[in-house]
């Protein structure tokens, strides 16, 4: 989710607010992220974080099936 999270938003701040969590957790999630995939999954720039294209993907496909998973929890 904090991927998705990032993506959407362009910035760790505000995914922070809108999924309610700390910016450490983010920190520590986008760090595990970062080693696992071997590469920097996002540049900073001064508008916020741009994901690369193959994260960009992931990000979605994620997004994706956390959506269908809570549809069929309602």
Do not use: C, Y
Not at 25 to 48: C, D, V
């Amino acid at each position: 989710m904090f991927l998705e999270g990032i993506v959407r938003t362009g910035s760790v701040t505000a995914a922070t607010v809108e999924l309610a969590m700390r910016h450490s957790a983010f920190s520590k999630q986008l760090f595990l992220l970062q080693a696992w995939l071997g590469i920097l999954p996002f540049e900073e720039n001064r508008r916020g974080m741009i994901s690369t294209a193959d994260v960009g993907r992931l990000a979605e496909v994620l997004g994706g099936a956390l959506t269908g998973f809570m549809m069929r929890w309602k």
